[in-house]
């Protein structure tokens, strides 16, 4: 009995305040792949799973070209977050050394509109963690993520001619 107390107690008081959203191990997310193309824009995507030296992992790669009015490549996954107990993202990535974003969504959000935030991908795998408080409305980017509520991550290359190369090995709030 004292046994099942302390594992009881032991579980009340885990430190839950991050959430996996993809380990590419036992949790998984369903990911789609988006491109400019969907608003007459030339960009090419490329979204798949990769093993290479023991490890596995998602690509995200494709040529971005801003002709046609376009310039961007897109994985995202569907989520329902409904909680003030996550301070940030943290993402395992390696790339192509260049500048990639994250976008989240929240309900009731416009399909153009989204909160952004970027970061570096460099040649060797790095886990970083982008603060919620560090995103901004893509309409006015001195508005903040205010919201508690976010129903979409992502990994998004952006804004100019160039190919993307940007691997993710974990997703997950914290």
Do not use: C
Not at 149 to 158: D, E, F, P, T
């Amino acid at each position: 009995m004292i046994r099942f107390f302390s594992i009881l107690l032991s579980l009340l008081t885990l430190n839950l305040s991050s959430m996996i959203i993809d380990n590419l191990n036992d949790v998984r997310a369903e990911w789609t792949a988006i491109s400019d193309q969907v608003m007459g824009g030339i960009s090419e995507v490329n979204f798949y799973e990769i093993e290479e030296g023991g490890e596995t992992f998602y690509r995200l790669e494709g040529n971005v070209s801003t002709e046609n009015n376009g310039g961007f490549i897109q994985s995202r996954v569907n989520i329902n977050i409904n909680s003030d107990d996550y301070e940030g993202l943290r993402i395992k990535v390696k790339g192509n050394n260049n500048e990639y974003y994250v976008h989240l969504r929240v309900p009731r959000m416009m399909p153009w509109n989204y909160y952004y935030t970027k970061f570096y991908a460099s040649e060797e795998w790095s886990v970083i963690e982008l603060p919620l408080k560090s995103f901004k409305f893509s309409r006015n980017q001195n508005i903040s993520l205010k919201s508690s509520k976010i129903n979409s991550i992502g990994l998004v290359a952006y804004g100019r001619n160039f190919y993307a190369e940007l691997d993710i090995g974990n997703i997950e709030l914290y």
